[in-house]
């Protein structure tokens, strides 16, 4: 356990604490010369800056990430891992740097103090391997000079990409850290386009069923899916900000940091405390008019009638959101997504956090709704 006199120091400072005046030092001196990325990046809650003092009870602490060139990880490695758990102090500004599993079957890390070599959680690892293993790509996706591909992207989940270009960098002597980050701030103009598009199309897809629950005496049902339509509502701000979207314990954090979420927090917070379906409709058409302008306003494809209206013949208020969609995917020019249905990233589409973990599954996914695609544009 950390010291009861430790106060809380969010994560990615404690990790520079912990670089400069415990790791950079060992380096110095059992390895001088050593080309090496120093950073804290990856999981955790720390690298989107959402940590607080909840956060130190579980896989929080003096954490590390170091990056080596292929050759040089294979050959200093092993060696630099025990190295440091000989080395390191036994705590940082009073939390302490060995962790400890609890549960044999559990990898998940408490902080405790030890007499012995730490368990710590400095990582050693090529740099390319870890960028490929953490996206699910071609480590030569991210690490060479060329973009990665459209089926990169698209395989690639919004929490992954969140991951690997938050956080912090504390020394880049490998030159391709920064480089790898930089490349994957944000998405080729054509793919965010495309997934824009494709949000648009997600809300088009459930708007009415909010109040066709309600008419059919389904209250639950009607609250349900305008919960959805809130999430999808956020999500597709983020995407207008050009904010990657996290996983669902972050996405109301993220949308709260957000230029539009002080003026249209309360139409969706409304939305979800309605009780009765007029309520609930008002602020949800409130909230589509919003974000429709904020549409219209970058520029980025024809304007649309803002303004809500009734879906088809029936007594229900809409926004008709994919007007949005044909509008925005009508700029979508690339030969590899203009032919793919409005379906999306892999995260606009699954949001299993045990199947966003698996790169295989994911990919294997993104090709086979791109072959349906192919065999549905051949002539006859």
Same mark, same amino acid.
């Given at each position: 356990?950390?010291?009861?006199?430790?106060?809380?120091?969010?994560?990615?400072?404690?990790?520079?604490?912990?670089?400069?005046?415990?790791?950079?030092?060992?380096?110095?001196?059992?390895?001088?010369?050593?080309?090496?990325?120093?950073?804290?990046?990856?999981?955790?809650?720390?690298?989107?800056?959402?940590?607080?003092?909840?956060?130190?009870?579980?896989?929080?602490?003096?954490?590390?990430?170091?990056?080596?060139?292929?050759?040089?990880?294979?050959?200093?490695?092993?060696?630099?891992?025990?190295?440091?758990?000989?080395?390191?102090?036994?705590?940082?500004?009073?939390?302490?740097?060995?962790?400890?599993?609890?549960?044999?079957?559990?990898?998940?890390?408490?902080?405790?103090?030890?007499?012995?070599?730490?368990?710590?959680?400095?990582?050693?690892?090529?740099?390319?391997?870890?960028?490929?293993?953490?996206?699910?790509?071609?480590?030569?996706?991210?690490?060479?000079?060329?973009?990665?591909?459209?089926?990169?992207?698209?395989?690639?989940?919004?929490?992954?990409?969140?991951?690997?270009?938050?956080?912090?960098?504390?020394?880049?002597?490998?030159?391709?850290?920064?480089?790898?980050?930089?490349?994957?701030?944000?998405?080729?103009?054509?793919?965010?386009?495309?997934?824009?598009?494709?949000?648009?199309?997600?809300?088009?897809?459930?708007?009415?069923?909010?109040?066709?629950?309600?008419?059919?005496?389904?209250?639950?049902?009607?609250?349900?899916?305008?919960?959805?339509?809130?999430?999808?509502?956020?999500?597709?701000?983020?995407?207008?900000?050009?904010?990657?979207?996290?996983?669902?314990?972050?996405?109301?954090?993220?949308?709260?940091?957000?230029?539009?979420?002080?003026?249209?927090?309360?139409? =969706? &917070?409304? @939305?979800? !405390? +309605? *009780?009765?379906?007029?309520?609930?409709? #008002?602020? /949800?058409?409130?909230?589509?008019?919003?974000?429709?302008?904020?549409?219209?306003?970058?520029?980025?494809?024809?304007?649309?009638?803002?303004?809500?209206?009734?879906?088809?013949?029936?007594?229900?208020?809409?926004?008709?959101?994919?007007? =949005? &969609?044909? @509008?925005? !995917? +009508? *700029?979508?020019?690339?030969?590899?997504? #203009?032919? /793919?249905?409005?379906?999306?990233?892999?995260?606009?589409?699954?949001?299993?956090?045990?199947?966003?973990?698996?790169?295989?599954?994911?990919?294997?996914?993104?090709?086979?709704?791109?072959?349906?695609?192919?065999?549905?544009?051949?002539?006859?």
């Amino acid at each position: 356990m950390n010291s009861p006199r430790a106060a809380f120091i969010p994560g990615l400072e404690l990790s520079r604490i912990l670089y400069e005046e415990a790791v950079r030092p060992v380096l110095d001196h059992a390895y001088p010369g050593l080309r090496y990325a120093a950073a804290r990046v990856g999981s955790g809650s720390e690298v989107l800056g959402f940590d607080t003092a909840r956060s130190a009870d579980h896989e929080w602490g003096p954490r590390l990430n170091l990056f080596l060139t292929p050759g040089e990880a294979a050959e200093h490695g092993a060696d630099l891992r025990r190295l440091l758990a000989e080395r390191l102090p036994k705590h940082i500004r009073g939390w302490p740097t060995h962790f400890r599993h609890h549960d044999p079957e559990d990898p998940i890390g408490q902080m405790e103090l030890t007499q012995g070599a730490v368990n710590h959680r400095v990582s050693v690892d090529d740099l390319g391997d870890w960028l490929g293993t953490q996206l699910g790509v071609a480590a030569t996706a991210v690490t060479a000079t060329a973009e990665p591909s459209v089926r990169d992207w698209l395989a690639m989940p919004q929490q992954r990409l969140a991951e690997v270009t938050g956080g912090a960098v504390f020394h880049d002597g490998l030159g391709s850290l920064d480089a790898a980050r930089a490349r994957l701030a944000w998405y080729p103009d054509q793919v965010w386009r495309y997934l824009l598009a494709c949000q648009w199309q997600r809300i088009s897809q459930e708007e009415a069923f909010v109040g066709r629950c309600a008419e059919a005496g389904d209250a639950l049902g009607s609250a349900v899916v305008a919960g959805r339509l809130v999430r999808d509502l956020m999500r597709l701000c983020l995407l207008l900000e050009r904010t990657y979207a996290p996983y669902g314990k972050w996405l109301g954090s993220a949308f709260g940091r957000l230029t539009v979420a002080g003026e249209l927090t309360p139409s =969706l &917070a409304g @939305a979800l !405390a +309605a *009780t009765e379906y007029p309520e609930r409709e #008002r602020h /949800l058409c409130d909230a589509y008019e919003y974000v429709a302008a904020l549409q219209n306003a970058t520029g980025l494809a024809e304007p649309v009638d803002p303004a809500r209206r009734p879906y088809h013949d029936r007594p229900f208020l809409v926004l008709h959101a994919e007007r =949005l &969609a044909r @509008a925005v !995917a +009508a *700029t979508v020019t690339d030969p590899g997504l #203009r032919g /793919l249905p409005l379906t999306g990233g892999v995260d606009q589409w699954a949001d299993s956090t045990d199947f966003l973990g698996l790169s295989g599954p994911r990919r294997a996914a993104v090709e086979a709704i791109d072959a349906v695609a192919r065999t549905r544009s051949r002539p006859a």
